[in-house]
């Protein structure tokens, strides 16, 4: 770590993270087109936890691919301070021809990196997800909580540091999104990892987040911001984080409510 | 802690910070259950006993239609002589002859038309004008009965081997270029969008992302040139004869020429037998595929 700061001394020191200026995001032209982001400003800290709730036509979805760099902004600027980024999606678009470990060595490969050299890591990722004896074995035969771990790996082959995750959880039970909380807050901690995460689910941004941002629909503006101050880890059960939780969806049920007038 | 998750602690049992990798480990092992294994002979068994009955009623069959004297035996003779004369061919260098011939006849040519049905598939696919250009003329070509090719491949190449090729070549290419067009047409969006994510561009993302996902369009559409390939060689066969080189067809016209009724069974057995031996081959390939990808259990 300390390598790689000297030799990058031009990033600013006020924050090493992601930072949005006035973004907006428009779709089509003329009468039709459709404004998904309209002036987002949003910093993030370097290894902050930041949570995106909205109902649906928020454009969170929008915003992601823009920090991704998959699509471009219609005006304003973005700028993640050129850090590693990776991006996992509600389904884990593992690649079904490869094992769980050849999805986790292909991200090497892309990167570079030698074929002894892939064998290890992978090993070394999923065992950092817990799949310690799962490599052989192809998506069909894995679950989805585990699909979403072996993402999760891969994401950390591509050595990210701004890891934006797409409602990641939102296909599971709630069993297995609880555990994999736990899992994504400890990885996130060790890796000292930057999260834009997105998601509908209000008691799923407070148990997680650093921060929370909550942003109005069609066109997606930022209506609110919450910082969550409870101790770590919590529990998605516990008063502090439903008493959070019943505030936002409040807000956010209102948000929805000014589109049915 | 969860209580319900690990109910039977044992007295030493793991310490709170564990309690999460237990709980883990136990969500992971409720995903799989037991397994019903069956021994390979009893699978072997259950795939080739329906096969095996068809074959029965197949020939029960053929025998009745003889026994019912719809027509005399010279013209329309019962199982039972056919394959006797079969098994006596099968011991001539002539009929391993002229195997032999078809399927390096047979080998060539589809050898040849996977090149090219890959490349054109390849070119049609990146290319919006070719596609616009040439797509639906694949598609139309696909529809063509290849026994119309056999006038003009004479005349293009007289009575050849190439003559043959060519038509091999024109009947299969198109099937081939047609199911690498549809599979990667058919890539799914989100794995486009993820190889993408993971840093592959350009040949890498045709290499790792693009063809990989086309993979079992790509199979079905050999399998189908194959089909076309198989027929075209067969009309091919009986059109074109070449002095002193037997072939299938060959032989199957020189038993109808000879009025050999019991020949002409043989070699359209012979013919029917090499067309399944080989689909089963692809079927295999196929399945295998299929399998490894989930898209169809275990059998």
Redesign the interface.
């Known amino acids: 770590m300390k390598v790689m700061e000297q030799a990058r001394p031009a990033v600013p020191e006020t924050t090493g993270g992601v930072s949005l200026d006035r973004v907006s995001k428009r779709f089509g032209t003329g009468p039709g087109a459709v404004v998904a982001l309209d002036g987002l400003t949003l910093t993030l800290d370097r290894g902050e936890f930041v949570c995106v709730v909205g109902a649906s036509g928020c454009g969170k979805t929008t915003l992601l691919n823009l920090v991704?760099g998959?699509d471009k902004p219609t005006s304003g600027t973005i700028e993640t301070a050129s850090l590693r980024t990776?991006?996992m999606?509600q389904?884990a678009?593992?690649?079904?021809?490869?094992t769980a470990a050849g999805n986790v060595e292909?991200?090497l490969?892309?990167?570079g990196v030698g074929r002894a050299e892939r064998r290890r890591q992978a090993a070394e990722l999923l065992g950092v997800v817990?799949?310690d004896g799962?490599g052989d074995r192809?998506?069909?035969?894995?679950?989805g909580?585990?699909r979403q771990r072996v993402a999760l790996a891969?994401s950390l082959a591509?050595d990210a540091e701004l890891l934006l995750m797409d409602e990641p959880f939102g296909a599971l039970d709630a069993?297995?999104r609880d555990?994999l909380h736990?899992?994504l807050e400890n990885v996130w901690r060790r890796r000292g990892l930057t999260v834009i995460f997105v998601t509908h689910n209000v008691r799923e941004a407070v148990r997680l987040g650093d921060r929370i941002v909550l942003l109005t629909s069609r066109p997606g503006r930022i209506a609110a911001e919450f910082a969550v101050g409870f101790s770590r880890p919590r529990r998605i059960e516990s008063p502090e984080v439903s008493g959070l939780a019943a505030t936002i969806t409040e807000q956010l049920r209102a948000e929805v409510a000014r589109h049915g007038r | 802690m969860d209580v319900d998750l690990i109910p039977h602690e044992p007295p030493d049992g793991p310490r709170p910070a564990d309690a999460f990798e237990v709980q883990l480990a136990g969500l992971d092992a409720l995903e799989f259950g037991e397994s019903s294994a069956s021994s390979p002979a009893q699978r072997l068994w259950s795939v080739t006993w329906p096969k095996v009955a068809a074959l029965v009623i197949a020939l029960a069959i053929w025998q009745s239609v003889v026994w019912s004297h719809w027509k005399p035996t010279y013209v329309l003779p019962p199982p039972g002589p056919v394959f006797r004369e079969l098994w006596h061919d099968a011991g001539t260098v002539l009929f391993w002859r002229a195997i032999g011939t078809t399927m390096r006849r047979a080998v060539v040519g589809f050898a040849i038309a996977v090149v090219l049905g890959l490349l054109i598939g390849g070119a049609v696919a990146r290319s919006r004008f070719l596609r616009s250009a040439v797509g639906s003329l694949i598609t139309g070509l696909q529809t063509m009965p290849s026994v119309v090719w056999f006038p003009l491949a004479i005349l293009l190449f007289k009575l050849s081997e190439s003559a043959i090729t060519f038509v091999v070549v024109i009947g299969a290419a198109p099937s081939i270029a047609n199911g690498f067009v549809g599979g990667i047409d058919h890539v799914p969006p989100l794995l486009l969008r993820s190889g993408r994510m993971l840093g592959a561009k350009g040949v890498r993302l045709w290499r790792h992302v693009i063809v990989p996902a086309a993979m079992p369009s790509i199979v079905a559409g050999l399998k189908q040139g194959w089909a076309f390939a198989w027929r075209s060689l067969m009309a091919g066969e009986l059109l074109v004869i070449i002095g002193h080189r037997p072939s299938v067809g060959e032989r199957l016209n020189d038993a109808e020429n000879l009025n050999d009724v019991v020949g002409l069974l043989v070699y359209m057995l012979v013919i029917l037998i090499l067309g399944i031996a080989v689909d089963a081959l692809f079927g295999a390939a196929d399945r295998s595929l299929r399998r490894r990808w989930g898209l169809i259990g275990r059998e």
């Open positions: 991704a998959l990776a991006l999606f389904e678009a593992l690649f079904p021809w490869l292909l991200a490969r892309l990167r817990r799949l799962f192809r998506p069909h035969e894995l679950s909580g585990m891969r591509q069993m297995t555990i736990d899992e």
